[in-house]
């Protein structure tokens, strides 16, 4: 990287940090005045407080980035044009693209850091505010989040599973019934259990205090035995699994979404819609970071000051309908009106694309759109 690369770099990152910082700052502050009542009423320790807002900082601080970069690129480029330093650059003969370019790298590097948070940590943050504020006003009871009365159906090994009650959280099912099928559909095996649990190492299934029935060809009874404890080595279920099927798109993660996927083919295109939108959402979103500077660099860029109040409305409102029409698309994914890659991605590509467009006007010396002239 050249000197003056690392100077447009430097000056873009400093206003960067402060932007992301301030905006934290508000949202704690915000956050704080609507929250502080329920901690304080329900005397919540300071270590659960500060593990509050800690699992809530990559979902905020992903929010944060895009906003962030834009209003730093039009800052440090507006500055730099009124003491046109951008003229000097560009009298040495370097084009518009190449004067951009250091803020081309940085957009890349924090699409990636934003694609690393919207692969698990946001999307978990996302209901971390929810859950322990429950957890405070119901006294800590590990039942919150309890699923009741869930039936699951695992098509490809022939088998139901009944739950009466299911905590996701501590991975425990209580009063279970589980009907083996055979190849015809007709009963082979059911098990009963007051209670189940799962051990990950082994992979094992552990029945507590339930019985065994057995059926015969012709669904009849053959036998029935009872037992204090049974392990199940051969089954293909999980805790998370059996649950998943009531669990919240917004709150999944890449994995699971892609499990929730994977071992839920079975149902309606429409009931997978919002699984699957979210899904492309996920790696669709952070590129609002690139986007950003697709729509700064051109408008921050100006050589009259007549124009800067206009070239810098124009960025924001173009960054505002690209959050708006995100919202929209991804609105419309969930419900199954469009399909989950176009609702994703194309706001994205589409302002890319305006972002492209600008770059190419002020790179050909072409008047740029001035709301205010």
């Not at 300071?46 to 601080?61: C, D, G, K, T």
């Not at 819609?273 to 790696?283: D, G, I, M, N």
């Not at 708006?324 to 890659?341: D, H, Q, V, W």
Request: proline share 5%; aromatic share 12%; with cysteine.
């Amino acid at each position: 990287m050249q000197i003056l690369d690392r100077y447009i770099f430097l000056r873009v990152l400093l206003p960067f940090i402060y932007c992301v910082v301030g905006f934290v700052s508000v949202w704690l502050v915000f956050d704080l005045s609507e929250n502080a009542p329920a901690f304080l009423e329900n005397k919540a320790p300071l270590s659960l407080v500060f593990e509050f807002y800690l699992l809530r900082a990559p979902e905020i601080i992903l929010m944060s980035i895009p906003s962030g970069l834009l209003l730093a690129v039009l800052y440090a480029l507006t500055q730099m044009s009124r003491r046109n330093e951008i003229i000097s650059m560009l009298g040495t003969g370097r084009s518009v693209a190449r004067v951009l370019l250091p803020l081309f790298v940085l957009g890349l590097l924090l699409t990636a850091a934003a694609t690393a948070l919207n692969y698990a940590a946001a999307p978990h943050a996302g209901a971390v505010k929810k859950e322990i504020l429950t957890d405070l006003r119901k006294g800590g009871d590990p039942d919150r989040k309890a699923v009741r009365g869930h039936l699951f159906r695992n098509r490809e090994d022939r088998r139901f599973w009944y739950v009466a009650r299911l905590n996701p959280s501590i991975e425990r099912l209580y009063r279970v019934q589980i009907m083996q099928e055979g190849p015809e559909g007709n009963p082979r095996r059911n098990y009963y259990a007051e209670q189940a649990s799962y051990d990950h190492a082994t992979r094992t299934w552990r029945l507590d205090s339930g019985k065994v029935v057995d059926f015969n060809p012709q669904g009849d009874v053959s036998d029935q035995r009872y037992f204090e404890v049974l392990r199940l080595r051969n089954m293909t279920e999980t805790p998370w699994r059996i649950s998943s099927s009531v669990l919240d798109a917004n709150f999944l993660s890449v994995p699971e979404l892609r499990e929730y996927l994977r071992n839920n083919d079975h149902f309606t295109a429409a009931r997978l819609a919002p699984y699957k939108t979210q899904l492309a959402y996920r790696w669709a979103l952070p590129w609002g970071c690139f986007v950003a500077v697709l729509i700064a660099g051109p408008l921050g860029i100006i050589y009259s000051r007549r124009g800067l109040m206009g070239s810098i409305t124009l960025a924001i409102l173009l960054f505002f309908f690209l959050i708006l029409g995100s919202s929209l698309f991804l609105a419309l994914g969930k419900g199954y009106r469009i399909n989950a890659t176009v609702a994703a991605w194309a706001p994205v590509l589409f302002f890319a694309a305006i972002g492209g467009v600008l770059i190419w006007m002020r790179s050909t010396n072409r008047e740029l759109p001035n709301l205010l002239s």
